[in-house]
Each structure stands twice: as C-alpha cells, then as structure tokens.
C-alpha cells in the first residue's frame, strides 16, 4: 500500500500546453508539498497547503496553480508549459510541521 | 533555518560502516537535525532526526557534537543499496514552522563491493 503515490510517473508533453499531476497520500496526514528537482538535482519547496490551505508559496511562477480538494489530495495543474519546467514532481505529506515527511515516486515532467 | 556543509562525495566499502558528516554552525537551539537519502530516481526518504542527544534507529545512528555545531550520520554496515545522495537537513519544529524541508546539495554515497 503506497503511502503517497503521484500520477503520472512520467510525463512527456509540447510547449505551451497544460497538464496536471495528481497527488494522494493515505497516512491522515493533514499536511502537503510539492516540491520540484531540476537537472542539476536541486531539490526545493514549491507549495504547501495544511488542511486545504495554502500555507507556502515560494514565488512559483502563477502559471503553476496547486489545488487542494480534501487534505488527502494536492494536485499541481501547469499552464502554458514552458521548456525550463522540465523536471521531477515530487509530492510529499506530513503531519503539520512536526513529523517526518513521506515522499511520492516522482514525477518525471518533460516539455518538448 | 541553519545552511549546512556536507562533503560532495564519499565511498564506502561495502560491510564497512559509513559516517557522513554535516556541519552546521549556525543551528539555534530549538532547530533539529535531519536526515533524508534518495536513491537514484526515488523520493527522498526520511533516515533519522535528533535535537543533542546521539540517536539510533533501525537504519543508522546520528551523532551530534556537545556543541551541536556538527553531527554525524552512521550505516553500521553499508550494504550496496544504501548508494544514494544523503542530505542534512536543519529544520525548526514547532507550531512556527511550516515543515517545509530545505535541500542542499547532499553527500553521494556510493558503497563499492
């Protein structure tokens, strides 16, 4: 039983189009991120929500919107794709701020 | 939350025990110390945390310095699959944290038969 599991796994798509990853996690925990690895490895906070709240916004660009329908859920819908948003999605969970976090498999996003 | 130093790469020969070392001078008393490793193309996946006093769990031990300055993660015994990047990781925890985790570059590991 996968804790937090992402859909798609991979995702290969054109400029300028729209996508959406999916998020689910299955521990009751409360809280969610996403968080983005460039090419270079870099991992970094992209979105938090608490309870369906956006409670982290690290100056993404607004063509990233996360949506949050319950608090087991944050999906990350990407507008007008764009070359540099080539990365690994990585979705993550915890209880509030205090426990460790759980991370999903990754989702590996290609913009051609 | 506190920057911290790690060393780009170490080896490790496999069944030996591995210690990778962090340094984090500027840690504030109530931030902890966590470890996360990804191995290739995985999540990153929690090891172990701990405030001052030593730690040990069922994947490895964390030692931190009196001074709290620096800690040490240890794999008892490396095997093969422990090759992965390692990162330390300080982090406030509490009602004013937002729990996010701040990555740096992280220790690759890579155990050798």
């Known amino acids: 039983d996968t804790a937090v599991s992402q859909t798609p796994k991979y995702l290969v798509t054109q400029m300028g189009n729209d996508k959406s990853i999916k998020c689910e996690q299955n521990?009751?925990?409360?809280?969610m991120y996403w968080y983005k690895q460039d090419s270079k490895k870099f991992l970094k906070i992209m979105f938090s929500?608490?309870?369906?709240?956006?409670?982290i916004n690290e100056t993404v660009p607004n063509r990233f919107s996360p949506k949050s329908p319950d608090k087991a859920h944050l999906n990350l819908h990407i507008n007008s794709l764009e070359l540099g948003d080539s990365a690994v999605y990585f979705c993550?969970?915890?209880?509030?701020?205090?426990?460790?976090?759980?991370f999903g498999q990754g989702t590996r996003l290609t913009v051609v | 939350d506190a920057k911290t130093t790690q060393p780009t790469s170490m080896d490790c020969a496999e069944g030996r025990a591995a210690n990778l070392p962090c340094n984090h001078s500027?840690?504030?008393?109530?931030?902890?110390v966590y470890w996360y490793r990804q191995i290739h193309s995985q999540g990153p996946q929690y090891i172990i945390h701990?405030?001052?006093n030593n730690e040990t769990n069922e994947m490895a031990s964390l030692i931190i310095t009196e001074d709290r300055k620096s800690s040490t993660l240890i794999l008892p015994h490396a095997t093969l699959r422990d090759t992965a990047v390692y990162y330390c990781?300080?982090?406030?925890?509490?009602?004013?944290?937002?729990?996010?985790?701040?990555f740096g570059q992280g220790t690759t590991l890579q155990v050798k038969p």
């Open positions: 993550a969970s915890t209880q509030g701020a205090v426990t460790e976090a759980f």
């Open positions: 521990l009751g925990h409360d809280t």
């Open positions: 929500y608490n309870n369906k709240e956006l409670i």
């Open positions: 500027t840690i504030s008393g109530n931030e902890y």
């Open positions: 701990g405030l001052k």
């Open positions: 990781i300080v982090r406030l925890v509490g009602s004013s944290n937002t729990g996010k985790l701040i």
